[in-house]
């Protein structure tokens, strides 16, 4: 795939990363939709094999609670789920693929 096809989205979540997941390694990005009883849906595999373009760990306001962003990098065709996973405050989580980049 063309670099100059996948643009950086920022991903919040809000579970620890291994410390190997870093900028220009592989994650899985999973998501699952909020359902019609307060819960979630079973997550389902969105972008498989997403490059790190920037990790950044922050803090909420009162500092309880760590959350980190990531930057991965989402070719066009991926786009609208990813955006409208975000847009219905779907839980995003992020596994890394060690085997992500291998051809």
């Given amino acids: 795939m063309d670099a100059l096809d996948r643009k ?5 979540i809000d579970e620890a ?23 979630f849906s ?3 595999l969105l972008l498989p094999g997403a490059e790190i373009a920037q990790v ?6 009162l500092g309880s609670s760590r959350n980190t962003v990531l930057m991965v990098l989402v070719a ?3 786009m609208p789920a990813i955006l409208g996973a975000q847009a219905n405050h779907a839980k995003i989580s992020v596994v890394w693929n060690p085997g992500g980049g291998a051809s």
């Fill in 42 to 44: 079973e997550p389902k």
């Fill in 56 to 61: 950044t760990v922050g803090s909420t306001a």
């Fill in 8 to 12: 950086p989205v920022a991903v919040t």
């Fill in 17 to 39: 990363l291994p410390p190997q997941a870093v900028a220009g390694t592989r994650v899985d990005v999973w998501v699952a939709l909020p359902d019609a009883r307060n819960g």
């Fill in 76 to 78: 066009d065709n991926h």
